[in-house]
């Protein structure tokens, strides 16, 4: 891969920076005099999440940083780690729990995600921006008390527990976004 200018680093670009991969958060240019430019942009690790505010010059080049995404199939996890295959190569990936962090009660076994890897080693799990899962507990709504403005906990099948309406009952299907955690709808039949 070539490198680039500064001014292609626009926002979302990934890029290689003192050998690690960022993503751009943010992109503003100024045009200086005499028909230079300088570029500042917020830069998040692709490795462990830190932003960086950082500055470069025209003249400078950028290196394309070699990021691939797979799309994976959920097996199983342990402590340790989750364990995805890649059901074309049955290849298969050990990634530590903190990589997912508390995104890991959104996954059931089965469900396809995407990783990122940087070179060989896994950088991020993708996880999609919904998920449905089943409702395994969840007290019953009192009588009368079936407004969508009540809410209460609902463990769900793969152990978190989420807050939803006072109507979900057990084994219902709800649709929860894996960002906030917060409960969107109730699957309907």
Known sequence: MSSFGITDLKKGTIFQYEGTPYRVVDYAQK????????????????IDGKVLDKTFKGNESIEPADVSNQTVQFLYSDEKSLYFMNDDTYEQFEVPTEIVGSQNG?????????????????????LPKNVYLKVIYTEDAVKGDTTSSVLKDAKLETGITVKVPAFIKIDDIISVDTETGAYRERKKD
Do not use: H
Request: glycine letters at 14%; proline letters at 0%.
């Open 31 to 46: 045009v200086m005099g005499r028909g230079g430019s300088i570029v500042n942009v917020k830069i998040k690790s692709l």
């Open 106 to 126: 959104y996954l059931k076994e089965g469900d396809r995600v995407i990783l990122q890897l940087f070179g060989e080693k896994v950088i991020n799990v993708d």
